[in-house]
């Protein structure tokens, strides 16, 4: 695909190179039907401006069990670069979200869901009560945001700086991270 982009400027070209990506809106009452999703439309638009292909977006029910199953299906068959889910993060009974990654996930990346949750206690108190996680299975990022729209962007923009560069280095991009002498 690289050597295909580097012989010309053609727009399919551009497009191989491009980070596919996947949004999970997990949401009972948006799966039902009953409310209409603006946190998954709000990622979309922040990740369309970074760069990314949305390759799939789709709203599921707070089920720890189809939830994996989409992120294994997301990962292991369609082979996306970066998985986000919206929603299904807090201490409620009903929120399985970071269990469901957690079951997928081979690592996890913690300073990314620290990083989230510091900008977020920033704005509001109740940032505590994140179990957002993010991870790695294979070579995709799997991250989890709130649902909330405002929630799901400020936290999406908290990580965002070092999000590239988090891709490459889980697909084996083999150079250093910063220079060591500084």
Same mark, same amino acid.
């Given at each position: 695909?690289?050597?295909?982009?580097?012989?010309?400027?053609?727009?399919?070209?551009?497009?191989? *190179?491009?980070?596919?990506? @996947?949004? /999970?809106?997990?949401? &009972? $009452?948006?799966?039902? +039907?009953?409310?209409?999703?603006?946190?998954?439309?709000?990622?979309?638009?922040?990740?369309?401006?970074?760069?990314?292909?949305?390759?799939?977006?789709?709203?599921?029910?707070?089920?720890?069990?189809?939830?994996?199953?989409?992120?294994?299906?997301?990962?292991?068959?369609?082979?996306?670069?970066?998985?986000?889910?919206?929603?299904?993060?807090?201490?409620?009974?009903? *929120?399985?979200?970071?269990? @469901?990654? /957690?079951?997928?996930? &081979? $690592?996890?990346?913690? +300073?990314?869901?620290?990083?989230?949750?510091?900008?977020?206690?920033?704005?509001?108190?109740?940032?505590?009560?994140?179990?957002?996680?993010?991870?790695?299975?294979?070579?995709?990022?799997?991250?989890?945001?709130?649902?909330?729209?405002?929630?799901?962007?400020?936290?999406?923009?908290?990580?965002?700086?070092?999000?590239?560069?988090?891709?490459?280095?889980?697909?084996? *991009?083999?150079?250093?991270?910063?220079? /060591?002498?500084?």
């Amino acid at each position: 695909e690289r050597a295909l982009s580097e012989r010309g400027n053609s727009a399919f070209c551009w497009f191989l *190179d491009m980070r596919r990506a @996947a949004i /999970l809106t997990i949401s &009972d $009452r948006g799966f039902r +039907g009953e409310r209409q999703d603006g946190s998954g439309p709000a990622v979309q638009e922040i990740l369309d401006k970074a760069g990314f292909f949305m390759a799939h977006q789709e709203v599921l029910p707070d089920n720890q069990h189809l939830i994996e199953q989409r992120l294994r299906y997301l990962t292991d068959e369609l082979g996306l670069d970066l998985v986000v889910s919206t929603g299904g993060t807090g201490v409620s009974p009903q *929120d399985v979200t970071p269990d @469901a990654t /957690l079951a997928v996930i &081979d $690592r996890q990346v913690p +300073g990314m869901a620290e990083a989230m949750r510091t900008a977020s206690l920033l704005k509001t108190p109740h940032a505590m009560l994140s179990r957002a996680v993010a991870g790695i299975r294979g070579q995709t990022l799997i991250i989890n945001l709130p649902g909330s729209v405002k929630g799901a962007q400020e936290n999406l923009e908290a990580i965002l700086p070092g999000l590239h560069h988090a891709l490459e280095k889980i697909q084996g *991009d083999p150079s250093e991270c910063g220079d /060591l002498s500084e």
